[in-house]
């Protein structure tokens, strides 16, 4: 098999590839989605089936095949995606020839976690120094087939053990210390991070290990109850989350995922038939975490600690959740101080909480009425000073009406008081905000480009093409169109069309004749009109080419001014023709 890749699209069909991962409408002879890679309301995210490509026309203003989508959905390098789609279709890679030196060097930090994690997983169970940690797990109700299933292991209380080990593994000091596994002392000595803990491996969605976390096992000793891999350049803490590898198909299935802020509070419930929890590390979630978790489910259960910081915690995730317009809700544990407890402890009692959770905004207006339970004025204005800056921000216009009503019941007043009291917070807001203004040239040249690549999109996506240019040539010259790319690219079609005047027009034969450096631009106006396919028909296309007539010779004029040469016949007859589309554009 000369070329694997294009073997790879051959067997995947782009529309069903993209389709398993977000929903996609039909537009036209294309697909549109909400992008999945940035929060939006409008939906901005094209996909072809005729030219196997997608392209987002939002905040992502980037596109591709099914590898760079695969790419940017996992976070991964071409070689990775590579592998991946080849491994699910079934092509075999014979050799890689080309080089990828940022994969390289991932997988080579992918293969030392691994090797450390058995070393870990081996003092654990085969040497002595790993009986203290063993007995702790079974004091903690740990179950061995649970220690095996999350690679659980134990760092001995050494200075440069690991170190020793990685290096007979043929790792230098330097990438060991880049990947996290050591420390740097002040005479440029290494040693290793974890040392006299208990080893929790954090794994990707595909069951990478990107680093580690260790916990003590004495909580008495003055020091750190976790230490955790630094940022390095596998291990990204704001995007990762302990257990997902495990739980995603869980997540997926039921619709929900249960947040939890500890490996035990993931791990325990895990071993007890809770298949749908992620633990985060730190307390605030992240907009990165909450993306990944958006690929599986629409629901976020917030299962964190019955305290204070649980609470303040569980505020910090809203506003990210909210933007990402996902079901947000919160569990109350009451048969423990954390679910690692409380499962343990009861599990009748914890499923009863787990079905019992409630939305995070009732969850906020509970916990403000405990703060402030005096029915006085200054109780309930401190109650609406903490409730209602989360009830500014709600997205949907239905939920944001019904948490309106509430709150006014709630406090026992009208609804005008509260829609009053959100208006203020929302002008408050404003006024913060430093309002980028742009200027008028800049939203012309804006209006320039969207009609000229929207035109350009009809034309490639019409039926028939080559019918269709006779109406816009007509009005049109190739040097109308201000920018030099879709100059260049119409030229090619007349050429095409020239030498294919009894045929009809085949999208693929066309795309052969485009020079490379033109492809990616083609592929992205040719998408562009999907977006909105309402905006231009037949019946208004002449109205879109005398605007762009009209910015063509707006554009001649100016420049004729500013030459100080300038022709006087030549500037009288672009006014005149000026004037005439001028004339035939608003009457």
């Not at 991962?21 to 890679?37: R, S, V």
């Not at 870990?120 to 109700?141: P, Q």
């Not at 043929?170 to 040392?195: A, C, M, T």
Request: glycine share 4%; hydrophobic share 35%; with cysteine.
């Amino acid at each position: 098999m000369e070329n694997p890749v294009e073997e790879i699209k051959k067997r995947i069909d782009i529309v069903d590839f993209i389709g398993s991962f977000i929903t996609l409408k039909k537009a036209g002879k294309n697909f549109k989605a909400l992008c999945p890679f940035h929060n939006e309301k409008t939906p901005s995210f094209i996909v072809s089936p005729e030219r196997q490509i997608w392209h987002c026309f939002g905040a992502c203003n980037d596109g591709g095949d099914i590898f760079k989508f695969l790419m940017k959905w996992e976070n991964i390098t071409f070689v990775e995606a590579l592998k991946e789609l080849a491994k699910k279709t079934g092509v075999i890679l014979k050799k890689i020839n080309f080089e990828d030196k940022i994969w390289k060097k991932k997988e080579r930090f992918f293969q030392m976690n691994f090797l450390a994690a058995e070393f870990f997983s081996f003092i654990l169970h085969k040497e002595k120094y790993g009986e203290k940690a063993l007995n702790y797990l079974k004091k903690r109700s740990i179950k061995e087939e649970t220690v095996k299933l999350f690679d659980l292991g134990y760092a001995p209380n050494s200075w440069d053990s690991l170190k020793s080990f990685l290096n007979k593994k043929g790792f230098s000091d330097e990438e060991i210390f880049e990947n996290g596994l050591l420390v740097k002392g002040e005479k440029n000595n290494f040693y290793d991070r974890f040392r006299g803990r208990l080893i929790f491996p954090i794994k990707d969605s595909r069951g990478n290990i990107l680093g580690f976390s260790g916990r003590v096992l004495d909580e008495e000793k003055k020091e750190a109850k976790y230490i955790n891999t630094p940022e390095t350049p596998i291990y990204h803490k704001r995007e990762s989350l302990f257990g997902i590898n495990l739980s995603k198909e869980a997540i997926k299935e039921k619709n929900n995922v249960y947040i939890v802020e500890g490996e035990f509070d993931m791990i325990v419930p895990y071993q007890f038939g809770f298949k749908n929890f992620v633990a985060v590390k730190g307390t605030a979630l992240t907009n990165e975490q909450l993306l990944l978790l958006k690929r599986y489910t629409e629901r976020i259960t917030l299962t964190l600690d019955a305290d204070a910081a649980g609470v303040e915690s569980t505020k910090r995730g809203i506003e990210e959740a909210e933007r990402l317009e996902l079901d947000v809700r919160v569990v109350r544990i009451t048969g423990g101080k954390d679910p690692d407890e409380a499962v343990r402890k009861d599990i009748f009692l914890f499923k009863k909480d787990l079905k019992n959770s409630i939305p995070i905004y009732d969850f906020l207006m509970e916990e403000a009425k405990k703060k402030y339970p005096e029915e006085t004025p200054f109780s309930k204005k401190k109650i609406a000073d903490e409730v209602l800056p989360f009830i500014e921000r709600i997205n949907n216009p239905i939920v944001k009406s019904y948490y309106v009503k509430k709150v006014a019941q709630f406090l026992g007043v009208d609804e005008k008081s509260v829609e009053e009291l959100i208006l203020r917070i929302k002008k408050n807001k404003k006024q913060k905000l430093t309002v980028f203004s742009k200027s008028q040239s800049l939203k012309i040249k804006e209006r320039e480009l969207f009609l000229e690549k929207y035109l350009l999109s009809y034309l490639f996506q019409n039926d028939d093409p080559f019918y269709l240019s006779k109406t816009i040539f007509k009005i049109l010259s190739v040097e109308d169109f201000s920018f030099l790319s879709f100059q260049k690219i119409l030229k090619v079609f007349l050429d095409y069309q020239n030498k294919n005047q009894e045929k009809k027009f085949i999208l693929n034969e066309f795309i052969k004749e485009l020079p490379l450096e033109l492809k990616k631009v083609f592929d992205e106006i040719y998408l562009y009109s999907s977006i909105d396919e309402g905006f231009l028909d037949n019946k208004n296309i002449e109205k879109l080419l005398l605007e762009i007539k009209k910015n063509s010779l707006k554009r001649q004029i100016r420049k004729m001014l500013e030459d100080q040469d300038n022709n006087q016949d030549k500037l009288k007859s672009l006014n005149e023709e000026l004037k005439r589309v001028e004339k035939n554009l608003y009457h």
